[in-house]
């Protein structure tokens, strides 16, 4: 009789433990603030360059601004790049600095919700707190522009709270971080992964959207667009001195100019990194598969 309660209660319990870890917040220090030097501020501006957070937050109205409204077209639905200048009403004044390192880190709202995963928070989890909080220097230092963006277009079914599972998944999926012999093969390989997050286009995903790793940068589909692969075996023709004039100015070895989305990617992101930063780049997608330890 008592096996019979017990059993049930036990499990209700651990259930609810695994919903608690799940679902609770991220621990950040609550004692953190942003700069306004302008060194912090630079730093900001740089990693929100190489970040490619302009291609998705450039204001509809004004490209120049991240005043956002930008519509993603995924399977999941469509997604709308918000705005992230520090406009109270519409964009995010009222922010503070644990809140950067949250949304791009944790993919967490400041109200402790969750973020959709077309905003690339996986991949921005490699950065450091200080990168987070620079970025935040950075954003908190722009006019703020007063600009309404929608909420995501998505399925009935899918809802913010399920995202909480669906990050859970991913962790799970997601192999452990390599070592790179060569200091400009590994920062190579973190502007890939992290800040450039090239895989989130370039890795075909599960049905779930969970990127398959195992094929990381084999071509993918992203709603209409034929997305090329990028890996070893794809690169094998490329010089690091092809790659880097491809990151600079979108020419490829044979000639022809790329288009697509990856005009954005040219354009906003990589050249305008410094020359040390493209040639990491080039040197890991034309050696990483040698260079693994
Ligand atoms: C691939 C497109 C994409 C890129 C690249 C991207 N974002 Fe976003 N971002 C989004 C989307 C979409 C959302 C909203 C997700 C949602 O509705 O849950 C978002 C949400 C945010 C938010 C939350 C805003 C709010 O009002 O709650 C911040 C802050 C943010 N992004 C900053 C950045 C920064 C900084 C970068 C670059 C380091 C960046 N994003 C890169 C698409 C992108
Ligand atoms: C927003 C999605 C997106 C992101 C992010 C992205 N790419 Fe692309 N990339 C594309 C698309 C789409 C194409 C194909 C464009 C075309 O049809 O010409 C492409 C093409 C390429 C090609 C040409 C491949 C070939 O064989 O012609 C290279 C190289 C490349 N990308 C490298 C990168 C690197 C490096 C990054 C990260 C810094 C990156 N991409 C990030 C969408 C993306």
Redo the contacts with the bound molecule.
Sequence with gaps: MRLKILLPVSILAVGLLVLFLIFYPPTISADLSLSTSPEGISRGEY??TA???V???KGDEDSQTLSGGHG?ATDFGT??????TPDRET??GDWQARD?IA??KHGR?PSGSF??P???YRA?GGLTDQEALD?GSY?MSLAPINNYVGD?ETPFWLS?WAVAGWNIMAEIAEPQAQAFEEAAVARGAYLARN?G?CG?CHTPRNSLGIPDYSNEYAGAELGEEVIEPIDGEAMSDWTLDNFDLFLLLGLKPNGEFVGGDMNDVIEHNTSKLTDADRAALAAYFTRHNVAVI
């Excluded at 997604?79 to 992230?84: E, G, V």
């Design positions: 990693l929100v970040g490619g957070c291609s998705c937050h993603l997604f709308y790049a918000p705005n992230i964009g995010i950067f949304a791009l709202t973020y959709f077309a905003f690339p921005y970025i954003l995501p913010r800040l997050h989130e």
